[in-house]
């Protein structure tokens, strides 16, 4: 198997979606619908969003999810039905309540056109210690961090400088491979 290094299996940050921290929702949601469009030698596409501060550092980042949790309608009655399953209501339950009030709420378009003027640094993640990686690290000595951390992408750097994101599709595609093969390898008895 190729001994792979980050900086193999990385998207550069030139080839990643990217905003200014000032952006917002619907300047991110163009950003990553084109980086989709021109990042298309992989069959994965980009799912996530880079915020740079005003020297085109990055400071965090929008993932879908982080997208359609602005959406989610915030006041304290629908935070109060959320809390149900700590009292031993079940998730359909819950759902079923959050179901009911949201069908009082205002109409969807109401909520996209309110949702698309926040701001990005209002809904981004930090990244946390766990989420970097050096360039020259090891795919193999990666996996871990991935795993353990149930991470779906690294922000990897070259010295202090962040330069690209690893994203665990492409590691997987990586180990498939390789994986498959090593199989063939050994069918073939040419190992």
Sequence with gaps: MKCYLVKDLMVPISEYATVPEAATLFEAVLALEEAQEQYQQSRYSHRAVLILDKNKRVIGKLSQMDFLCALEPRDADLDQIRKFNQFGFTRKAVALQQEEYLKKSP?????????????????????????????????????????????????????????????????????????????????????
Excluded: C, W
Excluded at 111 to 130: C, H, I, N
Excluded at 146 to 173: H, M, Q, Y
């Design 107 to 191: 109409p969807k378009l109401d909520v996209y056109s309110k949702a698309a003027k926040l701001k990005v640094t209002d809904f981004m993640q930090r990244p946390a210690e766990g989420e970097y990686v050096d360039e020259n690290t090891s795919v193999d000595m990666t996996l871990h961090q991935l795993t353990a951390g149930s991470n779906l992408s690294l922000l990897v750097t070259r010295g202090k400088e962040i330069v690209g994101v690893l994203r665990l599709v492409d590691v997987f595609a990586a180990v498939f491979h390789a994986m498959k093969e090593s199989e063939t390898q050994l069918l073939d008895g040419t190992t």
